[in-house]
């Protein structure tokens, strides 16, 4: 397992409680991408329990089940370092556990779930071209890449990544991933009506709303050439674009980048907004704006697998007792995206085939 967040003492709490608390604690809510209905539903607002939901319930709910109920022992702060071969074979891995390295025999094989590579700025430059503006987990290096390489893995998609737009982070912090707004330019501009009526789960945080107009990633403005000003473009050019988008809006047809064509789109619209959902005329100071990136939640290549989560070389042949999922492994959704849950729900399944066929042997 990776030296990550997850990992930051040796076991967790006496109780179910706190065990449950802990993993909530190191996961995170609730997803920065979250609808205002899920968003709402983290707090309970009678008893004031803290609650959670989506990816984090279904990690918390694997900790109940896994550690606490079938005492299944879970090491933190045990990064591998070594797989340990024998004629070809995955026999076991070297773990640094408190320091010390551990020879950990695994007779039925040893599964790579730790991520891809995002916050490998190196690997960012030699696969993708950029040093990237990820918002995974920073610990996902790639390093259990390198072991499975080093044991005769194959990898693929490399140069490929889970990418969308993200408000560009301010000095200290990290980037805020957009989902709805995704489709929007280099800036995002919305008036004052999209303010107040919509939920922006970029802008929650009103420390980090602080530190982005400190650092000019996001301005507010009267007019749009003093908002042009501000964003340091020509305030003709933003006009002109704002004017070209109304009409758009008004049609209700990008003709631009074809925003509102797709069921995806359409999902993340508002449908009381017509002729197009997706597309609403910028009219009413005052007018925002904020510095947009390319970011990614995390990239797509890994070792390449089979059906089974078993990990092959590049002739198509299996390494015996070496498993790989998730980001781990080459996405099974190649070069597209076909919606949300395109990465937790291969991690689920190919994970559990994975462990089925190594309960067989």
Do not use: C
């Amino acid at each position: 397992m990776p030296n990550n967040p997850l990992m930051q003492r040796d076991r967790v709490g006496d109780s179910r409680e706190e065990a449950i608390e802990y993993m909530m604690s190191a996961i995170g809510t609730p997803s920065k991408s979250a609808s205002p209905q899920r968003q709402a539903a983290f707090v309970d607002g009678v008893t004031g329990k803290r609650l959670t939901g989506i990816g984090s319930a279904w990690a918390t709910a694997f900790l109940e089940a896994v550690v606490l109920k079938l005492g299944v022992p879970l090491w933190l702060d045990s990064p591998i370092e070594e797989l340990i071969m024998d004629d070809g074979r995955v026999i076991g891995a070297v773990i640094n556990r408190e320091g010390k390295k551990v020879r950990v025999g695994a007779r039925r094989g040893v599964m790579l779930a730790a991520g891809g590579f995002e916050s490998n700025v190196e690997w960012r430059k030699k696969y993708h071209g950029i040093e990237g503006s990820p918002s995974g987990n920073e610990y996902n290096t790639g390093a259990t890449i390198t072991l499975a390489q080093k044991a005769g893995a194959a990898v693929e998609l490399m140069d490929d990544a889970w990418w969308g737009g993200s408000i560009e982070a301010f000095p200290g912090g990290s980037p805020s991933f957009i989902v709805g707004e995704r489709s929007m330019p280099y800036w995002l501009i919305m008036d004052s009506r999209y303010v107040v009526r919509y939920f922006r789960t970029f802008a929650m945080d009103p420390r980090a709303n602080k530190a982005r107009k400190e650092a000019g990633l996001e301005v507010k403005a009267k007019t749009l050439d003093e908002l042009a000003g501000k964003m340091n473009v020509n305030p003709a050019v933003l006009r002109g674009t704002v004017e070209r988008f109304n009409g758009f809006a008004r049609a209700g047809v990008d003709g631009d980048f074809g925003r509102g064509n797709s069921a995806y789109d359409r999902y993340y619209g508002d449908p009381t907004v017509h002729p197009n959902p997706n597309l609403g005329a910028v009219e009413r100071a005052p007018y925002h704006a904020y510095r947009v990136v390319l970011g990614d939640l995390g990239t797509k290549g890994g070792v390449l697998t089979d059906e089974d989560g078993r990990a092959l070389r590049s002739d198509g042949g299996v390494i015996e007792g070496l498993y790989a999922a998730g980001n781990n492994s080459a996405s099974v959704m190649g070069n597209t995206y076909p919606g949300p849950g395109s990465t937790i729900a291969p991690a689920a399944v190919f994970g559990m085939r994975a462990a089925r066929e190594m309960a067989r042997k």
